[in-house]
Nanobody, 115 residues
Framework: QVQLVESGGGLVQPGGSLSLSCAAS????????MAWYRQAPGKQRELVAG???????KYVDFVKGRFTISRDNAKNTVYLQMNSLKPEDTGVYYC?????????WGQGTQVAVSS
């Protein structure tokens, strides 16, 4: 059974930081492209950052320079370091694993940026 379990969300003030983790089980995460998506209230889920099996990363424009995605294949875990958080970063953050047409999602972790 494949499971992606996100953790690290919470409430933070604008300008603050959070570090999200996504622990994978039931798959060998090192062969999967991994990504973080977010869904803001009333909006569709959107890609935030991705990292492929070679370690190459991509970011959407609104998080470039603030967020960093990384992976530890030995721990079957992907991370998202989020700095300089803004209220518009609020949403549920989901981990995604994709390989050869298969895709898996975690249950999401809530991030709220508010003063």
């Amino acid at each position: 059974q494949v499971q992606l379990v996100e953790s690290g969300g919470g409430l933070v003030q604008p300008g603050g930081s959070l570090s999200l983790s996504c622990a994978a089980s039931g798959i060998i995460a090192s062969i999967y492209d991994m990504a973080w998506y977010r869904q803001a209230p009333g909006k569709q889920r959107e890609l935030v950052a991705g990292i492929n099996i070679g370690g190459s990363t991509k970011y959407v424009d609104f998080v470039k320079g603030r967020f960093t995605i990384s992976r530890d294949n030995a721990k079957n875990t992907v991370y998202l370091q989020m700095n300089s958080l803004k209220p518009e970063d609020t949403g549920v953050y989901y981990c995604n694993a994709a390989f050869a047409g298969d895709a898996y999602w975690g249950q999401g972790t809530q991030v709220a940026v508010s003063s």
